[in-house]
């Protein structure tokens, strides 16, 4: 077996990258914008013939040139990032990869854990991970009639507050998840704790972390799919694939939604939602968004808020819970990141 140099690529090599980007392009992939890792293989010559990338705990965007398939060179790729992931401390890695190449992830010991037919298959290098996780919540399941909400709360506004109590009202119990990926200007510890302290009135609300399963925009690897609408529908799909098998885990026949009067992003997602829940035998329910002087409450609005310093337009934007933690010492890191960021409203 030959034997080739593997590196990083640097961000500021723009030749070795548009070598990359045209390997990846001869594979039909475009190269994704979330990647914290790009590793090259190169030849004697200098060229480019495999690429692999990380982001997070995933690895993506593989390829290897036609001249030099069936050298394992895939296999020395994958072994390759899978260093670089041990070095980070991740040894729970997860994967993407199209269809046609699934069988030969298995056999580099990764499972599927879902996978949106003829597009793409979501895998993870444990055994028993994703069967371990759907073990636990099993344990979470109660009589009677079960729904879930999944949000991302940031942070948890009036309007989340709403829903929750909306769809609490209309079950016995409420599974309530919350995406733990920290990719949002307010971290998932935070997130977490302002939904337990504005819910924990609502005494049929199970609260859960969503783990590394439920899948959020910035791990979705959009480099299978040319245009952006289609990226969001196969990010539905995908992620609809994964939920069906947590409901059936916990008995959920009803996931409840907030209507979505702005964000495009959302707004597609939801109507997937509505075309394929029941394929899944859960019914999607639309509520009506709470508003605030004839606006619906929206984070995007909140964080707009919060950047703005307009703490009396907060009051009617969120519940005292989240108020107070803003307005406190602990908040003043995140404040300021929300501060400096360009752009805080969600497409």
């Known amino acids: 077996m030959n034997e080739y140099e593997i590196f990083q690529v640097p961000a500021w090599d723009q030749s070795t990258l548009s070598q990359v980007d045209r390997l990846l392009l001869r594979e039909g992939i475009i190269r994704d914008a979330n990647l914290d890792y790009i590793a090259a293989m190169t ?11 990380c982001f997070g705990q995933t690895l993506r965007c593989f390829a290897v040139s036609s001249e030099h398939q069936g050298e394992g060179l895939l296999n020395q790729m994958v072994s390759h990032l899978m260093e670089v992931q041990l070095s980070r401390g991740n040894s729970h890695l997860f994967l993407y990869t199209k269809v046609k190449a699934a069988r030969f992830f298995e056999s580099l010991g990764f499972y599927e854990i879902a ?9 993870e290098n444990r055994r028993n991970g ?34 929750v109590e909306t769809a609490a009202s209309r079950c016995d119990t409420l ?20 939904v337990r302290l504005g819910t924990r009135h609502i005494p049929n ?11 959020s925009n910035a791990t979705f690897p959009s480099y299978f799919l040319k245009e952006e609408a289609e990226v969001i529908r196969g990010h539905a799909k995908l992620d609809l694939a994964v939920f069906g098998r947590i409901a059936q885990a916990i008995g959920v026949s009803v996931r409840y ?16 939602m509505a075309q394929s829940l029941p394929d899944y035998g859960i019914a999607c329910q639309v509520i009506p968004r709470k508003e605030s002087k004839g606006k619906a409450i929206s984070a995007s609005t909140v964080r707009s808020a ?8 907060l009051k009617d934007l969120v519940p005292q819970t989240t108020l107070d933690y803003f307005r406190s010492v602990e908040a003043e890191p995140i404040l300021q990141a929300i501060r400096s960021a360009d752009n805080v409203v969600h497409y």
């Open 130 to 163: 994703f069967p371990g996780y759907l073990k636990a919540l099993e344990k979470t399941a109660r009589p009677g009639r079960s729904a879930a909400i999944v949000m991302n709360a940031n942070p948890f506004t009036l309007g989340h507050q709403y829903l």
């Open 43 to 53: 030849d004697e010559n200098g060229e480019v013939i495999a690429t692999g990338s």
């Open 257 to 272: 939604v907030g209507e979505e009067p702005v964000s495009q992003v959302t707004g597609i997602y939801n109507s997937i």
């Open 115 to 123: 996978r949106v037919d003829g597009t793409l298959v979501f895998m």
């Open 175 to 194: 599974h309530l998840f919350v995406l733990s990926e920290d990719a949002s200007l307010v971290p998932f510890a935070v997130r977490k704790e302002l």
């Open 306 to 313: 919060l950047k703005a310093g307009d703490w009396e337009g």
């Open 205 to 215: 609300v199970v609260l859960h972390d969503s783990g590394p399963y439920m899948i």
